[in-house]
């Protein structure tokens, strides 16, 4: 079982500018999370899908943010019109259908800084 | 939302030391969850918890499920210098279509 990979690791913008973060969680995990995590801070989140639906957003979540996961399987982040805010790491999790003990795991993120 | 306190927010250790930290909440939860986070790296899972009281070991690391089910804890035994990290605790809410994390504990440990 491969874990859950990003792309891209890092990101530099420049404000204003959209960019675009994709997740691949581990094969057949149904569920998927986005989390933003800032200095010196816990993980935030920010939306969950199970299989391709988009079942919770956080208020963290402004109209510049979009997240889409067409297949149920890989899922994009967009933010539109970048602000120097917006730098943080952005994390995305993966979680197997529900069963009686949860577990959750991480991707190794992608650093965004908007210059 | 939920808030996770942690404690410590950091600690500075001698190797070999045993390490212990705690996680609260003004909530009830189901499930805790401790991961471990390297710099511009994504946390890892250490342990889980699913019933309260319940203690669970993972190698030098034990964590604990509080009775009240507001609270966990976890303990490094005899550490090492590969344990430097910031731990997180994490629970989720009650339909786990969201997982809520404390501000982490930092552990240095000298050599």
């Known amino acids: 079982d491969t874990g859950v990979s990003q792309d891209p690791r890092h990101k530099i913008t420049k404000r204003g500018q959209n960019v675009t973060f994709r997740c691949d969680p581990i094969?057949?995990?149904?569920?998927l999370y986005w989390y933003r995590q800032t200095l010196g801070q816990g993980p935030e989140f920010l939306t969950y899908?199970?299989?391709?639906?988009?079942?919770?957003k956080s208020r963290l979540l402004s109209d510049r943010f979009s997240a889409e996961r067409p297949k149920g399987s890989f899922s994009t982040l967009e933010i539109q019109r970048t602000e120097q805010g917006d730098s943080a790491m952005y994390l995305c999790a993966s979680s197997p259908r529900r069963q009686a003990q949860e577990t959750q795991y991480f991707g190794p993120g992608t650093r965004l800084l908007v210059l | 939302g939920q808030q996770l306190n942690q404690s410590p927010q950091s600690m500075f250790i001698q190797e070999g030391e045993d390490v212990s930290m705690n996680c609260t909440s003004s909530?009830?939860?189901?499930?805790w969850l401790w991961y471990k986070q390297d710099p511009g790296e994504g946390p890892v899972l250490l342990i889980a918890?699913?019933?309260?009281?319940e203690l669970t070991s993972n190698g030098r690391l034990t964590a604990q499920f509080g009775i009240t089910r507001k609270d966990s804890f976890l303990n490094i035994s005899a550490s090492i210098p590969s344990d430097v990290g910031i731990y997180f605790c994490?629970?989720?809410?009650?339909?786990?279509?969201?997982?809520?994390f404390g501000s982490g504990t930092k552990l240095n440990v000298k050599p």
């Open positions: 994490a629970g989720p809410n009650f339909t786990f279509n969201k997982f809520y």
């Open positions: 909530s009830i939860f189901n499930t």
């Open positions: 899908f199970q299989n391709e639906a988009q079942l919770e």
């Open positions: 918890l699913y019933k309260a009281g």
């Open positions: 094969s057949e995990h149904n569920r």
